[in-house]
C-alpha cells in the first residue's frame, strides 16, 4: 500500500500567518491527492482534491501543489476557524485509499 | 442536500458480528462510489472500504480484509459495512462517506458517523 507522510504532525501559529503542510507519497500518485480539514467532533471536509482544485464554498486562502510524491497545503493568512487537524489522502488508480497520520494546526 | 445517515453502532464482545448500515438521500446514489471511514479515539482517520458505483470494484484495507465486508442496495440507496470477527482495535467511530465519482476520486460528503466499541 501507499504510505502518506504529513510534517510537520503539529504546528503552532497565528492568526494571519502563512502556513505550509507537507504530505509525501511512498510512490508516485500523479496527482490524485486530496486534503481535509476536520475540527473537534465534527467529520472531515474536503478542502483540496486533485492537488490543486479547490472545493466549492473553501475559502481561497487554502491553495495545494505538487505532482509525484510531494505535496503541499498552503494556508495564505490563518483565519481563527483555521485551527484544525489536516489530512492528506491518495486516490491512486484503484488502490486502497491511504491517509496521512494528520497535521494538528494550534493557536 | 446531501444526508448520510449510519446505523448499526454500539457495545460488541471481541469476536462477534456487526452490520452497519448507512441511508442515503439527496443525490443519485447510483451513480457514485462509497466508503466506510474509521477514525479510533484520539487517533487520525482510515479508510476501511469502498464500493464502487456498479459494486464491480471493491476494496479493503489490510487490517479489515477477510474479516468486513461491504456491499450496496442502490434501490434501497443503502451502504451497509458486514463486520466480523471483531476486535478491540476495531473501536471507532465509523462514517459512510459518498465519494465524487463512480469509483476512487476524493469524498465530497461525510455523514456523522456511528461508534462502535469492541470489548468484552
Known amino acids: 500500500d501507499i504510505q502518506m507522510t504529513q510534517s510537520p504532525s503539529s504546528l503552532s501559529a497565528s492568526v494571519g500567518d502563512r502556513v505550509t503542510i507537507t504530505c509525501r507519497a511512498s510512490?508516485?500518485?500523479?496527482?490524485?491527492l486530496n486534503w481535509y480539514q476536520q475540527k473537534p467532533g465534527k467529520a472531515p471536509k474536503v478542502l483540496i482534491y486533485?492537488?490543486?482544485s479547490l472545493q466549492s464554498g473553501v475559502p481561497s486562502r487554502f491553495s495545494g501543489s505538487g505532482s509525484g510524491t510531494d505535496f503541499t497545503l498552503t494556508i495564505s493568512s490563518l483565519q481563527p476557524e483555521d485551527f484544525a487537524t489536516y489530512y492528506c489522502?491518495?486516490?491512486?488508480?484503484?488502490?486502497?485509499?491511504?491517509f496521512g497520520q494528520g497535521t494538528r494546526l494550534e493557536i | 442536500e446531501v444526508h448520510l445517515v449510519e446505523s448499526g453502532g454500539g457495545l460488541v464482545q471481541p469476536g462477534r458480528s456487526l452490520r452497519l448500515s448507512c441511508a442515503a438521500s439527496?443525490?443519485?446514489?447510483?451513480?457514485?462510489?462509497m466508503h466506510w471511514v474509521r477514525q479510533a479515539p484520539g487517533k487520525g482517520l482510515e479508510w476501511v472500504s469502498g464500493?464502487?458505483?456498479?459494486?464491480?470494484?471493491?476494496d479493503y484495507a489490510d487490517s479489515v480484509k477477510g474479516r468486513f465486508t461491504i456491499s450496496r442496495d442502490n434501490a434501497k440507496k443503502s451502504l451497509y459495512l458486514e463486520m466480523d470477527s471483531l476486535r478491540a482495535e476495531d473501536t471507532a467511530l465509523y462514517y459512510c462517506?459518498?465519494?465524487?465519482?463512480?469509483?476512487?476520486?476524493?469524498?465530497?460528503?461525510w455523514g456523522q458517523g456511528t461508534p462502535v466499541t469492541i470489548s468484552s
Open positions: 462517506v459518498k465519494d465524487r465519482g463512480s469509483s476512487w476520486y476524493f469524498f465530497d460528503y
Open positions: 439527496g443525490f443519485t446514489f447510483a451513480d457514485y462510489a
Open positions: 464500493i464502487s458505483s456498479n459494486s464491480r470494484t471493491i
Open positions: 510512490e508516485s500518485i500523479s496527482r490524485y
Open positions: 486533485a492537488t490543486s
Open positions: 489522502q491518495q486516490s491512486y488508480s484503484i488502490l486502497p485509499i491511504t
